[in-house]
C-alpha cells in the first residue's frame, strides 16, 4: 500500500510561493523521515514523493504519471498529500481534504504547535480564523477543486486527497495573495513579509509529516466513512434547496431516490464504524478487510464515463464547477446541467438530468454496499 506526496516544481517565474515554499515543506518532511529511518523506523506502508512538471501548464505531468500507472494506483494509493504554496500568508493554517481523510487533518492540527503562540496549537487558530460554523467547535476543512496536482488523483482515480497552506485573513476578499504568479514571487518577499522567521513553514510541514506518518503507519487507516455521510448529506440538502423550486414544478423527477441512497448510505457508514472499533486488533485478516474497505470507498464515487460533457471529471459527488475551476461544486454534474434550465427548459435537457440524478443514486448505493 503506498501513502503518496507531492507537489509540482514548475512556476510561472521565481515562484518562491507557488510551488517552491510547497517543495521546502515537502524536502524537510523527506529530511525528518530520513533520519527517522537511519534510527530503525520503517512504516507499515509505502511512503512516495513526487515532484512534477508543468503543472502551471494544467498539470499534463501529474495527469500523464497517473494515467500511466492507473492500475498500481487503483490497488494500491492509499492517499495523496498534495503540498502546493505551502506559505502564502501568516494568518492561519487552512487544511482542504477528502470527506474520508477530514478526521486525520482534524488530528494532525492538533498536534502541531501554533507558529506564533506555543501555548496554543495550529487547530486553536485554524479554528478561531475559519470555523465550521453550527454547532462544531472545529476549523471548515472544504473539499477541493481543481487547479493543481491532486486533480488526477482524486478525479481520476478516486484517491482521497489532501492540500494545506499557511494563508492571509479571508477578511481581504481576494481571490489570491498579490504577488501571485507575478515576478514578485521572491526568496526576499518571504523572507522579509511574509514568513521572516519560517516558523509558518514549519508548521505546514509537520502537520504534513503527521497526517503522512498516521497514514503510512497506523494499523487501521485514519479515515472516517462517517465524515463521508455527513458530506454527502449536507451536499444533498444544499442541492435541494437549490432545485426545489424548480423540481416541485417539473412532473416525473424528485429527490427523494437521491435521500434513501443518502440514507442507506449513512447506516452502513454508521455500521462500519461499529465494526472498526469491534474488529480483533490481533487478526491481519480482519485488519486487511477493513483497510481494503476504507481504500476502495473513494473509488466508488467514480464513474467511469466521467461527468456529463466533461470526461475527465469523473468524481459524482465534488468536482471543480464547470463555472470556475478553483472551486469544488458539490454534485457537479447536477449543478452543470441544472444551470439555467426551468420548467419550461428543453426535453432532452430534462432527460439528461433524470438519467444524472440516477447514477447519483446508484453510485451512492453502490458506494454503500463496499462498507457492508
Ligand atoms: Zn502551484
Avoid at 264 to 290: C, G, H, Q, W, Y
Avoid at 314 to 331: G, L, W
Wanted: proline share 5%.
Amino acid at each position: 500500500r503506498h501513502v503518496l506526496v507531492g507537489n509540482h516544481r514548475d512556476a510561472w517565474v521565481f515562484g518562491a510561493l507557488d510551488p517552491s515554499s510547497g517543495t521546502a515543506t515537502m524536502l524537510e518532511v523527506t529530511r525528518a523521515f530520513g533520519k527517522l529511518k537511519k534510527a530503525g523506523w520503517s512504516p507499515r506502508r509505502t511512503l512516495k514523493f513526487c515532484s512534477w512538471g508543468a503543472e502551471e501548464y494544467g498539470y499534463p505531468g501529474s495527469t500523464e504519471w497517473v494515467e500511466e500507472n492507473m492500475k498500481s494506483l487503483l490497488t494500491q494509493a492509499v492517499a495523496y498529500l498534495n503540498c502546493d504554496t505551502a506559505v502564502r500568508g501568516n494568518y492561519s493554517f487552512r487544511g482542504r481534504a477528502s470527506p474520508l481523510l477530514k478526521e486525520a487533518m482534524l488530528s494532525a492540527t492538533k498536534k502541531v504547535k501554533d507558529p506564533h503562540n506555543a501555548d496554543i496549537t495550529v487547530h486553536d487558530t485554524w479554528a478561531k480564523y475559519d470555523p465550521a460554523g453550527g454547532t462544531l467547535n472545529e476549523p471548515r476543512v472544504n473539499v477541493l477543486g481543481a487547479g493543481s496536482d491532486f486533480t488526477p488523483f482524486i478525479q481520476h482515480v478516486g484517491i482521497p486527497v489532501t492540500d494545506q497552506t499557511y494563508t492571509y485573513t479571508s477578511a481581504w476578499k481576494i481571490s489570491s495573495y498579490p504577488v501571485y504568479h507575478s515576478v514578485y514571487e521572491t526568496f526576499e518577499i518571504m523572507e522579509k513579509f511574509i514568513d521572516p522567521d519560517f516558523t509558518c513553514h514549519k508548521a505546514v510541514a509537520q502537520v504534513l509529516a503527521e497526517l503522512a506518518r498516521n497514514l503510512a503507519d497506523s494499523l487501521l487507516l485514519p479515515m472516517n466513512p462517517a465524515d463521508y455521510a455527513s458530506a454527502i448529506e449536507t451536499f444533498a440538502n444544499a442541492s435541494l434547496s437549490s432545485f426545489r423550486g424548480i423540481f416541485t414544478k417539473k412532473d416525473g423527477i424528485s429527490f427523494d431516490g437521491l435521500y434513501s441512497a443518502v440514507k442507506n448510505f449513512t447506516s452502513a457508514a454508521n455500521e462500519f464504524s461499529k465494526k472498526v472499533e469491534n474488529v480483533d486488533k490481533n487478526n491481519p485478516l480482519a485488519i486487511r478487510e477493513i483497510n481494503d474497505q476504507m481504500l476502495m470507498l473513494e473509488r466508488a464515487f467514480i464513474d467511469p464515463q466521467g461527468l456529463p460533457g466533461r470526461p475527465l471529471f469523473r468524481h459524482i459527488i465534488f468536482a471543480p464547477s464547470s463555472k470556475n475551476i478553483y472551486a469544488a461544486s458539490s454534485f457537479p454534474g447536477l449543478s452543470d446541467l441544472m444551470y439555467g434550465l426551468d420548467e419550461n427548459g428543453p426535453e432532452e435537457q430534462w432527460e439528461e438530468v433524470k438519467k444524472h440524478l440516477a447514477v447519483i443514486v446508484y453510485t451512492i448505493q453502490a458506494a454503500a454496499k463496499t462498507l457492508s
